[in-house]
T-cell receptor, first 112, second 113 residues
Framework: EDQVTQSPEALRLQEGESSSLNCSYTVSGLRGLFWYRQDPGKGPEFLFTLYSAGEEKEKERLKATLTKKESFLHITAPKPEDSATYLCAVQAYGGSQGNLIFGKGTKLSVKP | DADVTQTPRNRITKTGKRIMLECSQTKGHDRMYWYRQDPGLGLRLIYYSFDVKDINKGEISDGYSVSRQAQAKFSLSLESAIPNQTALYFC????????????FGPGTRLTVL
């Protein structure tokens, strides 16, 4: 069964304190791994798509990396406006016709 | 204007009432999705549609139905609402080909009393 597990569930950082969020996945064949940011009461906002192990993508203070079993979202020198819930999702080949399977998210709080 | 819009944004209703949530998109995407989000459970797929003539059940379709009126419009109905359908509902769209990045609407907060 395809699964996505995110850790930690919640993370509190001081402004400027870098850290990483983890997304572990089990899929029969990875078509793509997605990171989203979600603010309270709003829809998920697309951040990155990663397709193969070794791939990295960056956007401002965020950098996403991918291995064969997990993905990391690295946050460098975070600011309070980076506070949000970060969602990871995978898309597998076949079976569910490529629908996304979401993790439960990591709630990030950045204090000034 | 937003690419994916949902109406209403908030709705309070009573048990047994029929409710329709609507989604419209201007992205020109063929694929549309309905999800619900509950605290601690994450996003779960209710229904999805790959084109106007193609409707598929997702993980949690019981108690829901959908209608794809046009490429740009996808509606979700609760035939007889019950309290455990209280949740945040999101519509999403994606394009054909490759890994299908899904783009989400702002959501509808539904409360069933």
């Amino acid at each position: 069964e395809d699964q996505v597990t995110q850790s930690p569930e919640a993370l509190r950082l001081q402004e400027g304190e870098s850290s990483s969020l983890n997304c572990s996945y089990t899929v029969s064949g990875l078509r793509g791994l997605f990171w989203y940011r979600q603010d309270p009461g709003k829809g998920p906002e697309f951040l990155f798509t990663l397709y193969s192990a070794g791939e990295e993508k960056e956007k401002e203070r965020l950098k996403a990396t991918l291995t064969k079993k997990e993905s990391f979202l690295h946050i460098t020198a975070p600011k309070p406006e980076d506070s949000a819930t970060y969602l990871c999702a995978v898309q597998a080949y076949g079976g569910s016709q490529g629908n996304l399977i979401f993790g439960k998210g990591t709630k990030l709080s950045v204090k000034p | 204007d937003a690419d994916v819009t949902q109406t209403p944004r908030n709705r309070i209703t009573k048990t047994g009432k029929r409710i329709m949530l609507e989604c419209s998109q201007t992205k020109g995407h063929d694929r549309m999705y309905w999800y619900r989000q509950d605290p601690g459970l994450g996003l779960r797929l209710i229904y999805y549609s790959f084109d106007v003539k193609d409707i598929n059940k997702g993980e949690i379709s019981d108690g829901y139905s959908v209608s794809r009126q046009a490429q740009a419009k996808f509606s979700l109905s609760l035939e007889s609402a019950i309290p455990n359908q209280t949740a945040l509902y999101f519509c999403a769209t994606s394009d054909l080909g490759g890994a299908d990045t899904q783009y989400f609407g702002p959501g509808t907060r539904l409360t069933v009393l």
